[in-house]
């Protein structure tokens, strides 16, 4: 599963990034994206944790400050292996 973390200075690095989340998160890998301007890079990082857990993570996370500035965690919409902890009759099915 993939989550989108912004609000990075531009020294944040592949391994500064991966260092503070694996606090929260099974951090599978983390790619650094430059392009825009110089002090706002960010990460996508590949996680193996389940949707809940990530989704509660962001949550915990919403409002934290690195230096400065917000961060933000973004969980994008379209994934292929998000799996969840919930067996699917445990889930409501809104018509």
């Not at 292929?80 to 099915?93: C, K, V």
């Amino acid at each position: 599963m993939q989550v989108i973390l912004t609000g990075l200075h531009e020294d944040a690095s592949e391994t500064s990034v991966e260092e503070e989340l694996t606090r929260f998160f099974q951090v599978k890998q983390v790619e650094m994206i430059r392009q825009g301007e110089a002090d706002n890079p960010w990460a996508v990082i590949e996680v193996a944790d389940s949707y809940e857990h990530v989704w509660n993570v962001c949550n915990q996370l919403r409002g934290v400050f690195h230096r400065g500035k917000a961060i933000h965690l973004y969980i994008p919409l379209h994934q292929e292996d998000i799996y969840h902890d919930l067996e699917p009759h445990q889930r409501i099915d809104i018509a």
